[in-house]
């Protein structure tokens, strides 16, 4: 036994999360202060006497907001362990009642009694009217309730709880209270939002009529009329986007894997397009093709002299765009499937008579299957998601994800409807999720152990090579056309109409200039640009810490509920950006938690949005440190959290370096979430740009777009090459990705940087 | 320079069991024993009969089940590895790739309490212990497989623990290198006067290694003995086969008088030691070797056919069909001009065979 505990009369972590309670309780403002977070003149202003800015305990002195009161007494409870042991019993069932009962009642009180009293009618008819009412939490309500938590989490774990391990205890609590709070909460609070009737009750049948709505499921255009139900649309949308980006990612993965081709390491460079580019450029690309004054347009109109039309908003420009971008996603798919059939199967059956034909028809194929199938869903589930290309080329072809933007922002304002499309929605990209995990995960024929066996894949039949190279060839043009129109037309002064070239977008958006107090970004674009890098820049790290912490207790730590805990972190890969969107501005624009028109808000999304990439980055490169490293360095002594630090961190550290990178690019590209979160003085890239294109001013958007795209592909090559080079002295065996990839653009780091095996240097 | 010193301590386990979650028989299934302070000690068995399980169980990277373990006479069945006095060496080594061997030999000691300093020095007599004093600033990736396995036991020996535990440890090694590594081990230990436990599959590592054997098979101990015990006396017929080859002869026990049992063996009457066995029906281990075979029809031998004669150099290897069923039996006598279908007779010389439990 090494003699290392400290003998006090309490533990001192107990000490430590009592200590920071009591700070938030009689410290510490407990209401949240209007000029913000970060904003400090509360201290001068009238501190700690006057209600507004008075600690809990102030308050509860004052007589004030006497259902605070209880969360001091039981933040003392933990005293009454004074000289008992971590071992006894009675230590962890109190910290587990104290910190339960003090976390329940925190959020109970936060609930029940709003801006406007009472917030459920049985409390009015039980306590009558309350007469008092209350504002969001602030730092104070903050501390005492990570107190809470982590009391509770210290009794669970003095209780044996996963070998008595109070850092991986607390970090599973931390990680389920703030998935509950973010992700989960806010959903339930806009499934409640949807069954409410107009008259504020709760109404089970008004719910189910709003959802089976003829505007949701109309048929009429098969019966003639104009229009189908907008679920129909994004399901028939999400379909075709399916299917094409399946069959076109499985032509480019067989022209890389299996022809020969010389050029295949270019071929995977554009996968890292759709990682760069905001969701809705490829729609203004097509715009300025295929729109009413778009290149292609007018010029077939004029060789035939036919009426140009807007024939591209709706059903095909939609389709187009979203083909080109999810098409990366389906090729990155699909070359670890596959790469990921064994060879010798192929070799079997040609030494069995098959002709490369047959071998190709009758084994290559139909184990391919399931890695397919995989890539239809991804591909369903980005089509539903998707936000920004529908937004510019819609048309009169209604999907969902843009229809719960207007029915938030239109003339409607109606968030109860937003919300039941929101739940269609998510119904369709959850049962999506659901198939390709439980259904496909199971029925994986590709085996990807890092080793492979002997033998080379056998070349395909020449003529299906020659029809390959043909069309991985015309739709390569084409991206590459998308991409060049974007460029060139950023230097066009007014598309379509004069085509001169300029740079007056780039001055209007991004002029800078010096005057007597140095440097003066005039430029209209900038204040959104610096607002974008900043929350980019501080919810990068907050993402990428979390996906790791989350990671490690997926890979390294067993528990009960694991599985359920694995799939509710998940779980946020299927939840479309404006179904967060809208959630999140009906779960925090009321008390308990009043966050709308501040930046913590657009953090809050990013992380819980892009969390999953960190999960991943961290998942794929964690399974790969042998774990008898973890296991060796407990022997030697070191607890789980030193463990953490010492020895995975820095083995992780490039997968680290990718998690932030990729969290942060996606910060700075996401459009669909955050379109419902900005505010005047949080206003983001993406919606500045959106904003641009509604009032038609196309120039400046495309010209900032391109910017963003050569920051983005600035930022991923620094990457690329801080990560290529941090791999060296290492054994590493190149691992191709298979089986389940990601939901969307980015998530594929593992990939995208190389990871490499790490054991333990056996 | 610090010097490592020996640290012993007994271990015990009081009717351990560990059934794993979702398993449905228990990986380890009420097992006691008692290892003694300075010993070495191996964990022999098949792969998964639980040797690996009981190992961690030590280390504390596993809780039992139910039951008890003792380090030294402490209880320590609840605590975590980070607090038990005992250091692990890998199979897989698992020393740390982003850190130098001494960076690896002195993690432990940091958590240990020591100051640099002391634990620099602490290191340094480590790397020593096992020849690689000038190996301090290099990364594992570049160390043979050998080195690598001595900076792991270095790591382990610094931090003087009362019980130091080997997984495989060899297994990783070629051949040849495997013998010269083991002897290592050995000697360190006994210089030191560690309690070793060693867990390994291969019979042979274990006969040249241990002090003692514990023979598991099936999540039970099915022998524990020193290692002249297991091979002379193997108490059933698990243990008889899997250490050693063994023949397995059904026989049948006629009377026993004191010690000694006259048992039947086809046309045979052997006098053996009766081993606390009854009269009745019984088996007998033979060892190959300790048969001898002779010519057909001499005294006190059962008639045989060779079924296959192999010659592999520095022995023959026979087959024999007898009336007992196949007979397989080494011969050192490599000219003896023996040929598939010559008629023989084998004959049990008096410590040769076993009698085990039917």
């Known amino acids: 036994m090494r003699f290392r505990q400290t003998r006090g009369p309490l533990e001192p972590i107990v000490v430590l ?349 139909p184990l391919m299957r399931p890695g397919l199938a995989n890539a239809f869903l991804l591909g369903f589930i980005e089509s539903m998601a998707d936000f920004g290309n529908p937004l510019v080329l819609s048309g009169n072809y209604d999907v969902l994800s843009t229809e719960i933007f207007f029915a938030i922002v239109g003339a409607q304002n109606d968030a109860a409807l937003a919300a039941i499309l929101a739940l269609v929605l998510l119904g369709f990209t959850l049962g999506a999720f659901y198939a390709q995990r439980f259904w496909i995960g199971r029925r994986s024929y590709t085996t990807v152990t890092g080793k492979g066996d002997a033998g080379v894949h056998p070349r395909l039949p020449n003529g299906l090579t020659r029809a390959l190279y043909v069309i991985a060839g015309l739709w390569t043009a084409f991206t590459v056309l998308v991409y060049a129109v974007i460029f060139y037309g950023s230097f066009v002064r007014l598309w379509g109409v004069d085509q001169s070239l300029t740079l007056q977008h780039y001055k209007k958006a991004f002029a800078v200039s010096w005057n007597e107090f140095g440097i003066h970004w005039s430029g209209s674009a900038w204040s959104s640009f610096w607002t974008t890098m900043e929350i980019a820049l501080i919810s990068a790290p907050l993402t990428a810490g979390i996906g790791l912490l989350t990671a490690y207790l997926l890979v390294r730590q067993n528990f009960r509920g694991k599985n359920a805990f694995e799939f509710a972190t998940m779980l946020s890969f299927a939840i479309p950006g404006t179904v967060i969107g809208v959630s999140y501005i009906i779960a925090f624009n009321v008390p308990p938690i009043e966050l709308t028109g501040t930046g913590i808000i657009l953090v809050l999304s990013f992380i819980f949005r892009n969390m999953p990439v960190g999960v991943r980055a961290g998942v794929a490169s964690m399974s790969q440190i042998d774990r008898s490293l973890d296991e060796s360095s407990l022997t030697l002594g070191a607890n789980s959290w030193q463990t953490f630090r010492r020895v995975i961190l820095p083995l992780l550290r490039s997968a680290m370096l990718a998690a932030l990178v990729y969290s942060f690019v996606r910060a700075m590209t996401a459009i669909s979430a955050v379109i419902f979160l900005v505010s005047a003085r949080y206003d983001l890239s993406t919606s500045y740009i959106v904003g641009r294109v509604e009032n038609n001013e196309y120039g400046i958007a495309i010209a900032y777009s391109t910017v963003l795209i050569v920051v983005m592909l600035v930022v991923i090559g620094l990457m690329q090459l801080v990560v290529g080079s941090r791999n060296i002295g290492r054994r590493g065996i190149q691992k191709g990705d298979g089986g389940w990839s990601v939901r969307t653009n980015v998530s594929l780091p593992g990939t995208a940087s190389g990871p490499t095996t790490i054991v333990g240097a056996g | 320079m610090a010097e490592i010193r020996g640290n012993a301590a007994s271990v015990t386990f009081e009717n351990v069991t560990k059934t794993y979650p979702g398993a449905s028989t228990p990986a380890v299934d009420d097992i006691s024993l008692a290892i003694e302070a300075g010993k070495l000690v191996t964990l022999l068995g098949p792969s998964g009969c639980g040797k690996t399980t009981t190992l961690r169980m030590i280390a504390g990277l596993e809780m039992p089940s139910s039951g008890r373990i003792l380090i030294g006479g402490n209880d320590v069945t609840r605590l975590p590895a980070t607090d038990r006095d005992v250091s692990m060496v890998f199979q897989s080594y698992a020393l740390f790739p982003h850190m130098t061997v001494m960076e690896n030999v002195s993690y432990g000691l940091r958590f240990s309490g020591h100051d640099k300093k002391e634990a620099a020095s602490r290191a340094r007599a480590g790397l020593e212990l096992v020849g690689l004093t000038d190996f301090g600033a290099r990364l594992p990736s570049e160390l043979s497989g050998g080195q690598q396995q001595r900076v792991a036991v270095a790591r382990a020996l610094v931090l003087e623990p009362l019980v130091l535990l080997f997984d495989e440890p060899l297994s990783n090694l070629d051949a040849k290198l495997r013998r010269h590594v083991r002897e290592e081990i050995r000697e360190i230990q006994t210089k030191l006067g560690l309690t070793v436990v060693y867990v390994t599959h291969d019979q042979e590592e274990a006969l040249a290694v241990s002090d003692r054997i514990i023979v598991m098979n099936k999540a039970v101990v099915a022998q524990d003995g020193t290692p002249r015990e297991l091979y002379d006396a193997p108490a059933n017929a698990f243990v008889a086969d899997f250490i050693g080859e063994a023949n397995i002869l059904d026989c049948e026990v006629v009377a026993v008088q004191g010690d000694e049992a006259t048992v039947r063996l086809g046309t045979l009457a052997l006098k053996l030691p009766a081993r606390g066995h009854q009269a009745g029906p019984a088996k007998l281990a033979v060892r190959p070797s300790r048969i001898e075979i002779g010519p057909a029809g001499a005294p006190q031998t059962i008639a045989g056919t060779l079924a296959k004669v192999t010659y592999t150099g520095s022995h023959l290897e026979l087959v024999v069909a007898t009336a007992l069923g196949d007979v397989f039996v080494l011969s050192r006598n490599v000219d003896a001009p023996f040929q598939g279908g010559d008629a023989v007779g084998i004959g049990f010389p008096e410590r040769g065979p076993v009698l085990i439990k039917a």
């Not at chain 1, 409410?196 to 019966?223: E, H, I, M, N, P």
């Open chain 1, 17 to 365: 999360w009592m200590a920071i309670g009591w700070v938030g309780f009689a410290l510490l403002p407990w209401y949240g202060i209007e000029d913000g977070f970060f904003g400090f003149s509360w201290l001068f202003d009238g501190y700690p006497v006057d209600s507004k800015f008075a600690p809990a305990l102030v308050l509860a002195l004052k007589g004030e907001k006497l259902w605070l009161a209880p969360l001091g007494f039981l933040l003392a409870a933990p005293l009454l362990l004074w000289g008992r042991n971590k071992s006894d019993p009675v230590f962890g069932r109190l910290l587990v009642i104290g910190g339960a009962a003090g976390f329940g009642w925190l959020l109970f009180q936060g609930f029940a009694i709003g801006l406007h009293g009472w917030q459920f009618s049985w409390l009015t008819s039980l306590f009558g009217d309350l007469g008092d009412r209350q504002f969001g939490m602030g730092y104070g309500a903050l501390l005492v309730s990570g107190a809470f938590l982590f009391l509770l989490t210290l009794g669970i774990a003095a209780r044996g709880a996963v070998g008595g391990d109070v850092f991986v205890v607390s970090s599973i609590g931390f990680v389920v209270a703030v998935v509950s709070i973010f992700i989960f909460m806010p959903i339930l609070m806009m499934l409640a939002n949807a069954m409410q009737t107009d008259d504020g009750g709760y109404s089970l049948v008004v719910f189910l009529a709003k959802l089976l709505s003829s505007r949701l499921w109309s048929l009429d255009c098969l019966a003639g009329g104009n229009r189908c139900g907008v679920a129909w649309n994004s399901l028939l949308l999400a379909v075709l986007v399916g299917l094409l980006t399946m069959f076109l990612g499985l032509v480019f993965a067989l022209v890389v894997t299996r022809t020969g081709f010389r050029y295949g390491k270019l071929l995977r460079a554009l996968t890292v397009l759709p990682i760069i580019t905001p969701a809705f450029v490829i729609g203004l690309a097509i715009i300025l093709l295929f729109g009413l004054s778009g290149a292609v347009t007018q010029s077939v109109a004029g060789v035939f002299g036919i009426q140009p039309t807007r024939w591209v908003y709706g059903l095909p420009g939609l389709l187009i765009a979203q083909v080109l971008a999810f098409t990366p996603i389906a090729f990155l798919v699909l070359i670890g499937v596959v790469e990921g059939v064994s060879p010798s199967m192929e070799e079997a059956s040609q030494t069995l008579r098959a002709s490369r034909w047959q071998t190709f028809w009758t084994v290559s194929l």
